[in-house]
């Protein structure tokens, strides 16, 4: 589990917003074209996370129990979670290898 900053970027051909880690290999997912960065956000990448302690999970907010799982679903989450992930890694309550 990593913060890692995502660069935001768009299509010169056909205006497709693209994200990217690097500049270098970024093209068009569409058109293959070429793409203008704008800027970047910075997310949560969680590789192979698991939950380990569900009681643990089940004592937060509802809302925090969906964004958590919604972030091990997608595999990346807002940099916000990124305290609570790692509270819980911490924890042991998330496994990450
Ligand atoms: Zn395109």
């Known amino acids: ?16 917003e693209v994200e990217a880690v690097s500049k270098g290999d970024a093209k068009c997912p569409k058109c293959g074209g070429p793409v203008e960065f704008y800027g970047g956000k910075e997310v949560v990448k969680l590789l192979d996370c698991e939950i380990r302690d569900w009681e643990r999970i089940a004592v937060l907010s509802p809302t925090a129990q969906q ?31």
């Open 1 to 16: 589990m990593k913060l890692l900053v995502i660069l935001l970027g768009k299509c010169r051909t056909c205006g497709e």
């Open 67 to 97: 964004m958590v799982l919604q972030a091990l679903e997608s595999g990346t989450a807002p940099k916000e979670l990124y305290p609570l992930l790692l509270k819980l890694k911490d924890a042991g309550a998330l496994i990450c290898t």
